[in-house]
Structure formats: C-alpha cells, structure tokens
DNA sequence: CAATATACTGTTCAAATGAACAGTATGAGT
DNA sequence: ACTCATACTGTTCATTTGAACAGTATATTG
C-alpha cells in the first residue's frame, strides 16, 4: 500500500529501466531531457512525471535542483541496480605465488582484478581472498578448464574432496586435497598425472570458493 | 614526456584526490563550484584550471558541456584507488524462460539476481544479459556443471561451437551451436543425449558469455 | 458520476553548471 | 631575460537542467 510496495505500470518499468542502464552504462544517471529524448517524449514533463512517481514510490531517489543526481534503489526486481559497493570486492588474480605467502604479496605478481559480489559467491570479503587463473588441464576431472579463474580463500581449512591451491615447483598449481589412510594428500584431476602428493611436504594457499569462466 | 607519464603537483593530487572522493561518497562527481568551494577558490576558474590540467595530462576524462560528468582515469601512478571503477550489474537469474522473450520477463521467473563486473566477464551490460543456473548435465563435455551459473547474452548471433539456451518443451537448456551440412543445429555435450535437433525449430534465447561456479 | 492516477504536449523560469576572457603573481627551466 | 606552467581572482555568457504551470485524454475506482 505505501512506499516500494506499490506495483508499477510498465511505462514506469521501462522509465526505471533505462534509468537504472543508463547509469551502468554511461557511468552517469541521464537527464530529465535525455530521458524524454529516449522514448520519445516531446515534453520533459512526461519524463518528469514519470521519475516523480517512482520517486513516490520509492524506487528512485535523488539530490533537489542537482543534475544528474537520479539513483536508483535497491530492489529485487531491478536488474541493472547498483549493487550496494560494500558488497562488491576486487580480488587480485595472481599469476604465480610466491612462498612467503601471508606475509607479502607483491604487487608486482598480480596480473590483474576481477571483481566478485560476496551474495552471489558466497565467499566473506576478506584480505586473503584471492584468484589464480588456471593453467594446464590437470583439474579438468573436476571440470576446471584452462583459461579460468579460480577464486581461493587463504587459510580455509581444507576438507576432504576441495580444490586446493598448492605450491608446487616454485608454481602454484591446483588439486585435489584428499586423505589416503589418513594422511591428507593431493592429486591431480587427471589420468595424466597420476602422483598423490603428500601434503605434509607443501603449502597450501588456498581453498576453492568459486570459479568464473570468460568464454567468447 | 607526454599525456600519463607526466607527474602531478601537490595541488594536482589533491584535487584528483578530492574528485575521486566525492565520487565515491557521493555517489556523483562534484561540480565545478563545489571543487572550487571545497578547496576555498574564490574563483571557479581555479578549479576549472585544475581540472584542466589533469584532463591533459590524461587522469581525468569528463563529457563537455554535461554537468557532473567528471571521471577519474585508471592510473598505475596514482594510488587513489577507485572501487568505483568496478561497473557492477546485477544479472536477473531465471528458472525458466518463457517464450516470449524479449517481450516481456516476466518478474515471478526471476529466481534471483547475481552481481558480475563488467570488466571482469567482458560483457556490456544489457537489459538482455540474463542467467540462468544450470540444471542436468548434458553440457559436461563443455565442463558446465549442474549448479553452475550460465550468464548469456540475448539477441546475439550464435556462431559454431558457442554455447546457447534454447526453449526445449517449455524448458530452457543448454546446448552446442553448430552447423551440420551448413543447416544449423544444436547438440548436447553429452553421450547419454546424442540427439542433434535442427535450429530452425526451436527459439534461441542467448548466447552463452560467462560462466560462474560456487563451490563449497 | 466524481475523483484519482496515468500518460502525455507545450511553454516558461530560474538555478546549476561548464566554459571562456582578462588579469596578477610565482617559480622553474632555457 | 624570456617563456611557460602553476595557481589563483573576478566576471560574464551560454547551456544544461530541474522544476513548475496550464492543458488534454484515457482508464480505473469508489
């Protein structure tokens, strides 16, 4: 009956639509112009009205007499929003770890950010949260193709069956942490390497809480 | 010697500073006059001055002639770090797509949203990017597993060997563009579905860009 | 039927804003 | 000494833009 639980017509689905666009887009909120320019309004007013009621309504805020200040608020049913920023973290990908893990990664080691929602990986935002991207194929048993980016947590206790990252030959290098008579080891996820490796003798960098895939 | 390499006054970095700030915490970039006013110029030309200067030495971009249109630039030399720059969409995940596609979503399918950076997945954000989480596994020779998140991209052109979704028995499922004798088909990448049902019957509701995986 | 929300056209006003012009002063470099 | 970038003051102009007023038309609802 009141705010944000008031349905909406269509025109003013579309309006917040290609508001809620227009900001990821253009990195900017358009004008009252821009938008009546869009679908063709001859009068801003139509506009005007439009953002007034999703205004009242709840699902548009902004900043009186300041330009482009329209924002839209968070609300299920609105892709294109914003997410909030707090949820959103830049994890470094790394192409190679070095030893002294914990202590100091260097800038110089990473290749590049990728950035996650916390909500839709589940993962909590922490310092130690990092990405690799996968290479060769020896995880392909667990459908871990060459090319994508596995996003490690650092210091998880790994359980029987999780993808590790391992330090391997000055490399690091993903498998699978198991237990062999109850000595935790790792093995590849391919015919092709067949060594069980004491885990014992290595470090583990990381667990597997996530993965993403580019393709195209 | 020229545009980027060229290093930043005091003052420079702190109007850069400050416009990277207001971005952040405001949500928009700041005006001239509030540059201006928040530094104490009694002059905005002050401030346009300043702005002037990091536009040619290429740390900020701006749109002429549009109010708040002042973006900071991804510098390696400058530690101002912007979480800004990360452009997050949030992607609708449907269950099930009905047919009319792109005319009308309807909001009960949405399942849920996930949030992927631009940048990261190399999509441009759309009102026709859409997820949808995949169920069985007949794409397991593409190493799509069950669970995984599939983001696609609506109304592109398929080409062979691209992973699509298409409206099978009122279902959405994944399957393999590819073309048979030059008449295009989709395949399962899996054995246990060795059927290849020609394109031509079955509506193709977007092309498969990215992929996202939780695990644990 | 009256009241209200939607969905617009057309116009006007004033505030917000970018951009430009004319100066002053200082310091660094050639 | 001369030039040039920096760092400002003070002012004016033209656009961009939000906001408001006055209407028209349709559909919904009590």
Redesign the pocket.
């Known amino acids: 009956m009141n705010s944000m639980s ?1 349905g909406l ?4 689905q579309e309006v917040l639509a290609f508001i809620a666009e227009h900001q990821q887009v253009n990195e900017a ?6 938008v ?1 320019a869009h ?8 506009a ?4 007034k ?1 999703l205004r ?2 709840g699902y548009l805020k ?9 924002r839209a608020v968070p609300s299920p049913s609105t892709p294109y929003q914003p997410a909030s920023r707090a949820r959103i973290v830049d994890v470094p990908v790394y192409g190679c770890i070095p030893a002294g893990f914990a202590d100091e990664r260097r800038q110089e080691d990473v290749e590049g950010c990728i950035s996650v929602d916390v909500d839709t990986l589940g993962v909590k935002p922490s310092p130690r949260t990092f990405a690799l991207e996968v290479r060769g194929d020896s995880m392909i048993g667990r459908h871990i193709m060459e090319g994508d980016y596995a996003i490690l947590e650092h210091g998880m206790d790994p359980r029987p069956g999780d993808v590790v990252a391992a330090l391997i030959d000055n490399e690091s290098t993903l498998k699978t942490f198991v237990k062999q008579r109850g000595k935790p080891c790792l093995k590849a996820e391919n015919p092709k390497y067949p060594n069980l490796i004491p885990a014992q003798e290595l470090v583990i960098q990381g667990v597997m809480v996530a993965l993403i895939r580019k393709v195209r």
């Open positions: 008031e017509t269509k025109r003013q909120p358009p004008s009252l112009r821009e009546a679908f063709g309004f001859r009068s801003m007013t139509a005007a009205d439009h953002v009621a009242r309504k902004h900043r009186p007499h300041q330009a482009r200040s329209l």
